[in-house]
């Protein structure tokens, strides 16, 4: 039996093409195939063995070409400002721009669309990534309409709303995937990036800016959605100590015009 592992030669040291197992195997159901005699029971159970072997190869062909895809993967650098956060973010557009030439490279290809199932309030974005191999994976994100600002205030129509949700939630599966690492701009310019992005406010502050939610009386799940959509954190603690300042500046402001309100 030929794995794919081995490389075959002709004369002369010509490389032949490996077949695989699941091809070997096809083989040999094609050649029993033509006899007569042969129980056509025993070939439906081989021919179901060919594809149980066939999908294997796919996948571990597909864990090997992303693992491969990962490691080439840029950082990307979050360029563009949100004016109403006052934060910086990376579009999906130089997510795709910098990251498509190295996942086609590997053989995959992408399929982001509206899929169906969202939560009332969310989008659902769903994204089928399939590898010339042959194998496909299908992954979801669930976003909610971004027509509202932290402080619940409407500042989009429901159409924009719907548009910049599926942004969001198309950037987090395509980050999800390929475990991209979205870096701020200029964090490289002294060299000691690593050290910068591991540095994380530190518990007092963490705590000031819990007590800051509370006091102000602000929904504490809008502003982890903010949060989460403009700095990339899940909680308060892993905040970078670089987004201190605009984190306790977001949160006045927004008590600020609650107060007006």
Same mark, same amino acid.
């Not at 571990?60 to 973010?89: F, G, V, W």
């Not at 997510?95 to 939560?119: E, L, M, N």
């Not at 159409?159 to 949700?165: D, I, K, L, N, V």
């Given at each position: 039996?030929?794995? +794919?592992? !081995?490389?075959?030669?002709?004369?002369?040291?010509?490389?032949?093409?490996?077949? &695989?197992?699941? $091809?070997?195997?096809?083989?040999?159901?094609?050649?029993?195939?033509? $006899?007569?005699?042969? /129980?056509?029971?025993?070939? #439906?159970?081989?021919?179901?063995?060919?594809?149980?072997?066939?999908?294997?190869?796919?996948?571990?062909?597909?864990?090997?070409?992303?693992?491969?895809?990962?490691? #080439?993967?840029?950082?990307?650098?979050?360029?563009?400002?949100?004016?109403?956060?006052?934060?910086?973010?990376?579009?999906?557009?130089?997510?795709?721009?910098?990251?498509?030439?190295?996942?086609?490279?590997? @053989?995959?290809?992408?399929?982001? %669309?509206?899929? /169906?199932?969202?939560?009332? @309030?969310?989008?659902?974005?769903?994204?089928?990534?399939?590898?010339?191999?042959?194998?496909?994976?299908?992954?979801? %994100?669930?976003?909610?309409?971004?027509?509202?600002?932290? *402080?619940?205030?409407?500042?989009?129509?429901?159409?924009?709303?719907?548009? &910049?949700?599926?942004?969001?939630?198309?950037?987090?599966?395509?980050?999800?995937?390929?475990?991209? #690492?979205?870096?701020?701009?200029?964090?490289?310019?002294?060299?000691? &990036?690593?050290?910068?992005?591991?540095?994380?406010?530190?518990?007092?502050?963490?705590? #000031?800016?819990?007590?800051?939610?509370?006091?102000?009386?602000?929904?504490? !799940?809008?502003?982890?959605?903010?949060?989460?959509? *403009?700095?990339?954190?899940?909680?308060?603690?892993?905040?970078?100590?670089?987004? %201190?300042?605009?984190?306790? +500046?977001?949160?006045?402001?927004?008590?600020?015009?609650?107060?007006?309100?």
């Amino acid at each position: 039996m030929i794995h +794919k592992s !081995e490389l075959v030669t002709r004369e002369e040291g010509m490389p032949v093409q490996a077949v &695989s197992q699941a $091809d070997s195997f096809l083989a040999t159901i094609q050649q029993a195939a033509s $006899d007569a005699s042969v /129980d056509m029971d025993k070939m #439906e159970r081989l021919y179901g063995m060919y594809k149980d072997v066939k999908a294997n190869e796919a996948r571990m062909a597909y864990n090997t070409a992303m693992a491969a895809c990962q490691e #080439e993967m840029p950082r990307i650098e979050r360029t563009h400002k949100n004016k109403q956060t006052d934060s910086l973010y990376a579009k999906i557009d130089d997510i795709i721009r910098q990251c498509k030439p190295i996942w086609t490279k590997h @053989g995959f290809s992408v399929s982001v %669309y509206p899929a /169906d199932g969202a939560p009332d @309030g969310f989008v659902r974005a769903g994204c089928d990534v399939s590898h010339a191999g042959g194998d496909t994976r299908t992954f979801f %994100y669930d976003n909610p309409i971004d027509d509202k600002g932290i *402080a619940g205030k409407v500042n989009k129509t429901q159409t924009h709303g719907r548009a &910049s949700g599926f942004a969001y939630a198309e950037r987090y599966l395509i980050s999800m995937v390929f475990c991209l #690492e979205i870096g701020f701009s200029g964090q490289d310019d002294d060299g000691n &990036s690593a050290e910068k992005e591991i540095k994380r406010i530190t518990d007092e502050q963490a705590l #000031e800016i819990d007590a800051m939610i509370t006091d102000n009386d602000l929904d504490r !799940e809008k502003f982890m959605r903010w949060v989460k959509q *403009a700095i990339w954190v899940d909680a308060i603690e892993d905040i970078p100590a670089d987004w %201190y300042a605009a984190t306790v +500046k977001t949160i006045a402001e927004v008590a600020k015009a609650r107060a007006k309100a």
